[in-house]
């Protein structure tokens, strides 16, 4: 069975500095990865994915997440922080077949000024 | 378009009540899903509906039935509510596999369950 893991709970940055959220997934065969953000009170939003190709992906607000084979990591990244992005981020995985996502426990970031 | 909207934002019931937690898609989406949301654990599915006709068990289905009433609307039912069902209730949908979209899942707003 697939999963993920996220290993901080709370991700602490300056604002201006780059930012990094991890996260590492076990699955069998070739995986499919996302990442969500949610802010407070409200439902997931999407931001990115991996599906194939490229190993940097672009998404939305400025962020991208790097996909790495061999280490089984697709960290979410962006190089200059805003207070704005302050919300909880869940990183997901979909494996074998159907449309079911196994989502990691979240990490909350906080920016400050 | 709305995309996915859910009913109520906030209920709270007594354990033993009953409720129907009801969720709606406008985006022509084959698939929808519920999922719960509990401090330190994450997103876990209770119920899928793949496609209209058909809904299958997720990761915590215990206490939960669904019912894909058509192709927009996956609703949820709590048939005898117990404190352990305190969650925030998310669904969303997404298109089948194929197109630039496939397997990103859109989230409702939430429905704030207490069960006393």
């Known amino acids: 069975a697939q999963s993920v893991a996220q290993p901080e709970d709370q991700v602490n940055v300056a604002e201006g500095n780059p930012l990094t959220v991890k996260c590492t997934y076990s699955?069998?065969?070739?995986?499919?990865l996302f990442w969500y953000v949610q802010y407070p009170n409200r439902g997931l939003q999407f931001l990115l994915k991996?599906?194939?190709?490229?190993?940097l992906v672009k998404g939305s607000y400025g962020f991208e997440a790097e996909f790495n084979k061999s280490q089984t990591s697709f960290h979410l990244k962006k190089p200059s922080a805003l207070v704005s992005d302050s919300a909880l981020y869940f990183c997901?995985?979909?494996?074998?077949?159907?449309?079911?996502?196994?989502f990691g426990t979240g990490t909350q970031l906080k920016v400050e000024l | 378009n709305a995309g996915v909207t859910q009913t109520p934002k906030f209920q709270v019931l007594k354990t033993g009540q009953s409720m129907t937690l009801q969720c709606a898609q406008d985006?022509?989406?084959?698939?929808m899903y519920w999922y719960r949301q509990d401090p330190g654990m994450g997103l876990r599915l209770i119920y899928y509906?793949?496609?209209?006709?058909?809904?299958d068990k997720g990761e915590v289905p215990n206490g939960y039935n669904v019912s894909r009433l058509n192709k927009r609307e996956f609703s949820l039912r709590l048939e005898s509510a117990a404190p352990s069902q305190t969650s925030v209730y998310f669904c969303?949908?997404?298109?089948?596999?194929?197109?630039?979209?496939?397997?990103?899942?859109?989230f409702g707003p939430g429905t704030r369950l207490t069960v006393t």
């Open positions: 985006m022509n989406h084959n698939s």
């Open positions: 997901a995985v979909r494996a074998g077949g159907g449309n079911k996502l196994t």
């Open positions: 969303a949908s997404s298109e089948l596999s194929g197109g630039s979209s496939s397997y990103e899942q859109y």
């Open positions: 699955v069998s065969g070739n995986p499919y």
């Open positions: 509906s793949a496609s209209e006709g058909t809904t």
């Open positions: 991996y599906i194939t190709g490229d190993n």
